[in-house]
């Protein structure tokens, strides 16, 4: 039998009295890169959250690693990269790297090496004694990329981690990904970039609260007669298309 390493069962979650998620089931085997789209505001990010316990459901459970969350035992083997950084503004690049590698217990033998390798991946290797501050918005999204990447965790959760940053270094960054999953890991990764939701392994549609589709990019275009995750998305939302 299959092992999830991420198991999502029946989350719901409400802000006050409004539901965001209404009934959510999704799982991430070894090896593979899940998709989590959806519109904007659809609870990409509550999944996310409630799914490393940072967020409380109102209904239903998170596992990861087959442990309820949350469980911050298991955060050390977790790579997670939020929408929003949280970075040390007035540190230098290379700093944030050996502090959060120190936080999620790397050996002292193991981190120069570590830090050099993330900073390569995400093209920071030159900016790595810059401070912070200095950086752009888009180095400041690599640099949380990097520190996700550290330790070469079994999962990443990765929320929108190409957002500002150029198409050249977005594939270099698929192509790690792609590398990362082929040695066993598992990624869960929330984008609305379409063309890189075509190069997952299964797309999560999220609408109206639950998953409404979840299967591979190819199955998806299949099922909504459509040449694109994109289109599978708009004929999702209601919206016409040219083969519609
Ligand atoms: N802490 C909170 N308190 C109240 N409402 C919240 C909170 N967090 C999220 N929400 C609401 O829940 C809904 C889903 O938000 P979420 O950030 O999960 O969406 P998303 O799909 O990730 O959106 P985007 O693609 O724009 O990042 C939104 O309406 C948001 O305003």
């Given at each position: 039998m299959q092992t999830n390493i991420l198991e999502l069962e029946h989350l719901a979650k409400s802000f006050?009295?409004?539901?965001?998620?209404?009934?959510?089931?999704?799982?991430?085997?070894?090896?593979?890169?899940?998709?989590?789209?959806?519109?904007?505001?659809?609870?990409?990010?509550?999944?996310?959250?409630?799914?490393?316990?940072?967020?409380?459901?109102t209904n239903g459970t998170a596992k990861?690693?087959?442990?309820?969350?949350?469980?911050?035992?298991?955060?050390?083997?977790?790579?997670?990269?939020?929408?929003?950084?949280?970075?040390?503004?007035?540190?230098t690049g290379y700093e944030n790297l050996h502090f959060f590698?120190?936080?999620?217990?790397?050996k002292a033998s193991k981190l120069a090496s570590a830090i050099e390798y993330v900073a390569a991946v995400?093209?920071?290797?030159?900016?790595?004694?810059?401070?912070?501050?200095?950086?752009?918005?888009?180095?400041?999204?690599?640099?949380?990329?990097?520190?996700?990447?550290?330790g070469d965790p079994q999962l990443l959760i990765l929320d929108e981690p190409t957002v500002g940053i150029d198409p050249a270094l977005r594939q270099q960054i698929w192509a790690e990904l792609g590398r990362i999953k082929m040695t066993g890991r598992s990624i869960l990764i929330t984008t609305h970039v379409m063309d890189e939701a075509e190069l997952v392994d299964r797309v999560a549609l999220l609408l109206d609260g639950t998953v409404?589709?979840?299967?591979?990019?190819?199955?998806?275009?299949?099922?909504?007669?459509?040449?694109?995750?994109?289109?599978?998305?708009?004929?999702?939302?209601g919206v016409e298309t040219c083969e519609s």
């Amino acid at each position: 039998m299959q092992t999830n390493i991420l198991e999502l069962e029946h989350l719901a979650k409400s802000f006050g009295k409004k539901r965001v998620l209404a009934d959510i089931n999704l799982t991430v085997i070894p090896g593979e890169i899940i998709g989590l789209i959806g519109p904007s505001g659809a609870g990409k990010s509550t999944v996310i959250k409630i799914a490393l316990g940072m967020e409380v459901a109102t209904n239903g459970t998170a596992k990861i690693f087959q442990k309820e969350m949350p469980n911050r035992q298991l955060l050390s083997d977790i790579g997670y990269m939020a929408q929003t950084d949280a970075l040390y503004m007035s540190l230098t690049g290379y700093e944030n790297l050996h502090f959060f590698g120190v936080m999620k217990g790397l050996k002292a033998s193991k981190l120069a090496s570590a830090i050099e390798y993330v900073a390569a991946v995400v093209n920071l290797t030159a900016d790595l004694n810059r401070r912070v501050v200095e950086y752009s918005g888009g180095m400041m999204r690599r640099l949380s990329l990097a520190i996700a990447l550290l330790g070469d965790p079994q999962l990443l959760i990765l929320d929108e981690p190409t957002v500002g940053i150029d198409p050249a270094l977005r594939q270099q960054i698929w192509a790690e990904l792609g590398r990362i999953k082929m040695t066993g890991r598992s990624i869960l990764i929330t984008t609305h970039v379409m063309d890189e939701a075509e190069l997952v392994d299964r797309v999560a549609l999220l609408l109206d609260g639950t998953v409404m589709a979840f299967d591979t990019p190819q199955k998806l275009k299949q099922l909504y007669q459509v040449d694109s995750v994109e289109k599978v998305f708009l004929k999702a939302e209601g919206v016409e298309t040219c083969e519609s």
